[in-house]
Nanobody, 116 residues
Framework: VRLVESGGGLVQSGGSLRLSCAAS????????MRWYRQAPGKERELVAT????????NYADSVKGRFTISRDNAKNTVYLQMNSLKPEDTAVYYC??????????WGQGTQVTVSS
């Protein structure tokens, strides 16, 4: 199983970024996918989830209305479109897949830095 995030970078407040997570080693279309983030000195938090069945989505209150999670099962890729970025969105963003209650996989993370 491999998850590879890309698309992070430095952006000014109010700007946009699109993160990508390329998955391999498992049947991507069968599993819900998640984006988490971890800011310095803080716990990792769930940002967004997209289901496998109907592609329904769920977001943390802090990003609702600004971030959009999507997936392309033909490309085995999940995306996170981030608009109206704020300095408090600065974090390392991680892609995650949960296979069972005791088995999951993480990507290596991609740094997002939002300057004020």
């Amino acid at each position: 199983v491999r998850l590879v995030e890309s698309g992070g970078g430095l952006v000014q407040s109010g700007g946009s970024l699109r993160l990508s997570c390329a998955a391999s080693g498992f049947t991507f279309s069968r599993y819900a996918m998640r984006w988490y983030r971890q800011a310095p000195g803080k716990e990792r938090e769930l940002v967004a989830t997209i289901t496998s069945a109907d592609g329904s989505t769920n977001y943390a209150d802090s990003v609702k209305g600004r971030f959009t999670i999507s997936r392309d099962n033909a490309k085995n890729t999940v995306y996170l479109q981030m608009n109206s970025l704020k300095p408090e969105d600065t974090a390392v963003y991680y892609c995650n897949v949960l296979f069972s209650s005791s088995l999951w996989a993480w990507g290596q993370g991609t740094q997002v830095t939002v300057s004020s």
